[in-house]
């Protein structure tokens, strides 16, 4: 079964603009990842947050992790149509690493 | 160039046949995992290796078969018994995770398409 889930399913903005997705899972973490998917292709990793950290940054990327909620969100600010794709989160699992359906962004220039 | 490879990149197989999903890597990862994708979904997690000569079956392993002889190398064998095996699988590696639940990042291959005819 799946451990993260993102939402919302599918995201469209203007250029220019900041997307924000989310990621709620249901039991203990000790890290949360997210992975960026482009159409037909594998997946490139973005970030990985540890259980003890609150906020992450990578370049326009930005990763906040709630673990009393149980969810983190994914912030692209000043988006091009570049970041057109898809989103995961991944969580630990019993032995592996669990990953949500993801989100659907479309960027339109 | 360290990475990770898939191929066929497409593959076509009949009713009845076996086919094999290659999938290598130079990165010196021990861990080595097959995904399964269906249009619009997420991953999910057929078989996985966190060391040469062991594997372990995920949430759909029903219908098909890996073998881990070396550390560069993890084919996955859909087998007739796989009833709907159209999809996108992929392959990819990370450090071992064998030593607790801390999971490193997976780097992924490009991935290959297959269709039953």
């Known amino acids: ?34 992975y960026r998917q482009n159409s037909g292709r594998g997946l490139v990793h ?22 009393s909620k149980k969810s983190s969100s994914l912030l692209i600010t000043a988006s091009r149509a570049a970041d057109t794709a898809s989103y995961f989160c991944a969580t630990d699992g019993d032995n592996d690493m669990r990953f949500g359906a993801g989100t659907r962004l479309t960027v339109k220039p | 160039d360290g990475g990770i490879t898939q191929s066929p990149k497409y593959l076509f197989r009949k009713e009845g046949q076996n086919v094999t999903l290659s999938c290598e890597q130079n990165l010196n990862h021990d861990a ?72 490193f990042e997976q780097f992924f291959g490009p991935g290959t398409r297959l269709t039953v005819l």
């Not at chain 1, 993102?6 to 990621?23: F, H, K, R, V, W």
């Open chain 1, 1 to 34: 079964s799946q451990q993260g889930e993102e939402d919302p399913q599918a995201l469209s903005i203007q250029e220019g603009e900041n997307a924000t997705m989310n990621c709620s899972y249901k039991t203990s973490i000790n890290n949360l990842q997210w």
């Open chain 1, 46 to 67: 973005l970030i990985l947050i540890r259980s003890n950290e609150r906020e992450k940054h990578s370049g326009r990327l930005r990763v906040t992790l709630d673990t």
């Open chain 2, 32 to 103: 080595m995992y097959w995904y399964r994708q269906d249009p619009g979904q997420g991953l999910r997690l057929i078989y996985y290796s966190q060391i040469v000569n062991d594997f372990q079956k995920g949430d759909i392993a029903e219908g098909y078969s890996v073998s881990r002889e070396k550390k560069e190398s993890f084919p996955l064998t859909v087998t007739s018994a796989q009833k709907n095996p159209t999809a996108f699988y992929l392959c990819a590696s990370s450090l071992s995770s064998s030593s607790g639940r801390i999971y």
